[in-house]
T-cell receptor, first 113, second 117 residues
Framework: GAVVSQHPSRVICKSGTSVKIECRSL??????MFWYRQFPKQSLMLMAT?????????EQGVEKDKFLINHASLTLSTLTVTSAHPEDSSFYIC?????????FGQGTRLTVV | AQTVTQSQPEMSVQEAETVTLSCTYD???????LFWYKQPPSRQMILVIR??????QNATENRFSVNFQKAAKSFSLKISDSQLGDTAMYFC??????????????FGKGTHLIIQP
């Protein structure tokens, strides 16, 4: 199957700083990518849909000014957590669709101290 | 909006036994896909099996099979001859098929499956 690579896999940052997470589709072009958030022992919640060359679509309750998404090319989407706070600590997973199948990155564990 | 419900937070069976994980969903749409994903401790999401809603035949992948009841909006996963490596979180997921590929997945809360030696 197709491969989605997410980087970094783990990041620790200080409160108030920004963190960028990259998601790449390695062997296919993805006009749409998705960002999910997963709290410990919970399910994945869709945060936003990233569209190549246009603005992202955010799910209700997700602060678009805090979670900046850029999808500058057909193989790269980035999620920037701005002015991070401890409550932003979580596991973030990206996904890209190829036709009717979704492929997931390895996830990024963000810890804000 | 779509919803996915998994009513079994945790299940435990002996190795080699058969186990069935339940999933129900709610939607007013007719074109959609259903999936079961496995998430081991590494947290990498692994596709176990998928079902197209327009297909009446239940999907099968080796030891994994589904019982898809469209009218009842039920989508259970059966794991035969369970193995220790099957221990993981299992998520049922719904994806609307709109043709444009712009729809994300809606996940259930998950079932933690434990295979005992």
């Amino acid at each position: 199957g197709a491969v989605v690579s997410q980087h970094p896999s783990r990041v620790i940052c200080k409160s108030g700083t920004s963190v960028k997470i990259e998601c790449r589709s390695l062997d296919f072009q993805a006009t749409t990518m998705f960002w999910y958030r997963q709290f410990p022992k919970q399910s994945l919640m869709l945060m936003a849909t990233s569209n190549e060359g246009s603005k992202a679509t955010y799910e209700q309750g997700v602060e678009k000014d805090k979670f900046l998404i850029n999808h500058a090319s057909l193989t790269l989407s980035t999620l920037t957590v701005t002015s991070a706070h401890p409550e932003d600590s979580s596991f973030y997973i990206c996904s890209a669709r190829e036709f009717t199948e979704a492929f997931f990155g390895q996830g990024t564990r963000l810890t804000v101290v | 909006a779509q919803t996915v419900t998994q009513s079994q937070p945790e299940m435990s069976v002996q190795e080699a036994e058969t186990v069935t994980l339940s999933c129900t969903y709610d939607t007013s749409e007719s074109n959609y896909y259903l999936f079961w994903y496995k998430q081991p401790p590494s947290r990498q999401m692994i596709l176990v099996i998928r079902q197209e809603a327009y297909k009446q035949q239940n999907a099968t992948e080796n030891r994994f099979s589904v019982n898809f009841q469209k009218a009842a909006k039920s989508f259970s996963l059966k794991i035969s001859d369970s193995q220790l490596g099957d221990t993981a979180m299992y998520f049922c997921a719904f994806m609307l098929y709109s043709g444009g590929g712009a729809d994300g997945l809606t996940f259930g809360k998950g079932t933690h499956l434990i295979i005992q030696p």
